[in-house]
């Protein structure tokens, strides 16, 4: 003897529930699922397919798990967590939405992964975001990163600009406020200009294997070159990596094997060294101040005598 339960409204299938487990809510489709729901309304925002109510002061969870050989709480794999808590009106930082793995470390730890607050913040291996973007380690992007003018009123803004170090990024401000130990710089000055050598170059970007969602760098310019630049003094230069290039100008890229078998590609460096890889404009224009100010005082000095050689006359 069967023991389906059936629920019906006017004839028409609304629930099916088998003895296998099997839960099927206003939907006809045949296929192996353990629960599906299907909709058609076109409500409010409001209006939901499915709530998760806890009764409690407390959020809801929906758990994705397999049987994975793991020792994980639900089935026999680690699993995966949507947590939704919502909040009393007026109180949007306190609403969270997390996804959780439970082996997040990989040693049977557990963390937040993603978390998005009512407030429109969002959080990456941040579980209490700040901004409406925070990311707890390193970010890597294989394009630009923009800055929008910020702006008050109607024509006063700026730019936030930013300089590379090593391998850090730093926030151009020159304000006091940010600043210790202000001492007189001139270390560099009319002696290191005149050893640099400025060149005109042309980029040897070709246009059809340079990436489709890149702007093309300018066909050429003028400058100087990192590495003689470096030779003359290492402030006129910032470090990077000791990247290969190929005849195109562009960093080389080979395949390897993650720590998780996988196979993805990183850039192919020539040593472990770090290596001259840009000029520091801001080295230049304190080297050429120094330039003008070491000639003003020449200057001054040969006009003393000059004036004192006119007096004596």
């Known amino acids: 003897m069967s023991k389906d339960i059936v629920y019906q409204s006017k004839g028409a299938l609304v629930a099916f529930l088998e003895e296998t487990g099997f839960l099927q809510i206003n939907d006809n489709r045949n296929v192996e699922i353990t629960a599906s729901i299907r909709g058609s309304h076109a409500g409010s925002a409001n209006d939901a397919n499915l709530v998760i109510h806890n009764d409690a002061d407390a959020g809801g969870r929906i758990t994705f798990t ?15 967590t949507i947590y939704g808590d919502s909040a009393a009106e007026a109180s949007p930082a306190a609403a969270d939405l997390h996804f959780f793995y439970g082996d997040a470390d990989g040693d049977g ?14 959080g990456i291996n941040d ?5 409406p973007l925070d990311v707890n380690g390193n970010i890597r992007t294989t394009g630009y990163v923009y800055q929008e003018v910020l ?31 202000i ?13 640099l050598r400025t060149v005109s170059y042309i980029h040897k970007t070709n246009p059809s294997t340079w990436p489709e969602d890149m702007p093309l760098p300018p066909t050429g310019g ?27 100008g562009q960093r080389k890229k080979e395949e390897y094997i993650n720590e998780d078998g996988k196979t993805e590609k990183r ?28 000639l003003k005082a020449e200057n001054d000095s040969l006009l003393a005598r000059v004036e004192a050689l006119e007096n004596k006359g």
Not at 109 to 122: E, F, R
């Open 183 to 195: 001492k007189t710089y001139d270390e560099l000055g009319l002696p290191e200009v005149l050893k």
């Open 127 to 131: 579980s209490s975001p700040s901004y």
């Open 109 to 122: 730890t557990g963390a937040n992964i993603l978390t998005i607050q009512g407030d429109k913040k969002v």
């Open 267 to 294: 850039y192919v460096l020539l040593s472990d060294e770090i290596v001259p890889d840009a000029t520091d404009d801001r080295s230049f224009i304190i080297a050429l101040v120094n330039s003008v100010k070491e």
């Open 151 to 181: 702006s008050w009123g109607s024509s006063l803004g700026y730019y936030t600009q930013y300089y590379v170090a090593g391998n850090s990024l730093y926030q151009i401000t020159s304000t006091r406020k940010v600043k210790g130990n």
């Open 222 to 248: 003028i400058g100087f070159i990192a590495e003689e630049a470096y030779d003359v003094h290492p402030k006129f230069t910032t470090m990077g990596p000791d990247y290969d290039y190929d005849e195109n």
């Open 66 to 80: 397999n049987t994975a050989d793991t020792s994980g709480p639900y089935g026999n794999s680690w699993d995966w």
